[in-house]
């Protein structure tokens, strides 16, 4: 399933395999098509083209429309979004940050009003694995609370202890699940995440108790919600020993290039943030010179490429003057090709980060591109 094939310090290059798809290179980002498409008309097929390994989507939206049974009668989510590669579905965990308003926690599991319509709805760790099985993903996140940064030590500690029992009752219905006849897709793997805020004690004991589970994977979860950068990557540092070495380790929801090469140098596999497409849409595009504001009035007759440096199908055929055109009149174009651009630009990333740990030219490649790639273009 997963193998480590080359290390340099803490960081390493691997290959992965699941039950769609051929073999995942890793380090890797995954595009995330939160209801089964990227935001900016992007379909699986432009996916292909831009070189996407593995899609990300979310089990409360798709919960919610169109319904997971209605996936599950379509033939799960491979076959109604056209996607052939693997797919990573999260388990609802984030809404129980994301929708704080709108929610209750008990030992049972999460009850929520939609943010559609207001209807209640419950989700607790077997409904989420049902929910994820329906789908047919090739990984299913564990359920589990993301709190938010920082956060009462007492309740963090309670919450995690809650999270680990949350994991043992989704593994127990995960198994379940992939032995039924009518499971979409019953080599259907699941991830534990691991949570505990920012006190690094509590990340460690969860990260000891739910390694013993033996899950497929590992996911660090709780990061990039509120705390300074500096401080993920100490809670990184501080897990990293205690995750099982064979397990793909996903860094869940943290996002710049910065924090993805830095990651990989504390021992990362697994990327997702919604980033790329999200900055894209509002006109921020990433360059292998530092990010850039395609708006500005500078590109007005600027008829070079958004990046010089990049090969993207938007860059082979457009001009910067004409993006910014687009942006400025309002065309939905503008914003396939800015997410275009943004996603092709995280998966090269992720291509040259594996190319740097092939040629152990790693420590070189961190050193240069981490802090020129956080800054911004003049």
Known sequence: MFEVIKREGRARRGH????????????????VGTQGAIKGAVSALDLKELKCQIELSNTYHLHLRPGDGTVKALGGLHKMMRWDGPILTDSGGFQVFSLAKLRKITEEGVTFASHIDGRRIFMGPEESMRIQSNLGSDIAMAFDECVENPAPYDYVKQSCERTYRWLVRCKAEHDRLNTLPDCVNPGQMLF???????????????MQEIAKLDCDGYGIGGLAVGEETAVMYQIIEAVEPYMPEDKPRYLMGGGTPSNIIESVWRGVDFFDCVMPARNARHGKLFTWRGSMNIKNQRYRLDDGPIDPECDCPVCRNFSRAYLRHLFKAEEMLAMRLAVMHNLWFYNTLAERIRGALDAGEYAAFRAEFSPLLEQKRP
Not at 192 to 206: A, K, S, V
């Open 16 to 31: 992965f395999t699941c039950a769609h798809g051929g073999e995942v290179q890793t380090p890797v980002f995954m595009n």
């Open 192 to 206: 534990g995440i691991n949570q505990g805020g920012t006190y690094p004690d509590l990340r460690i004991w969860h």
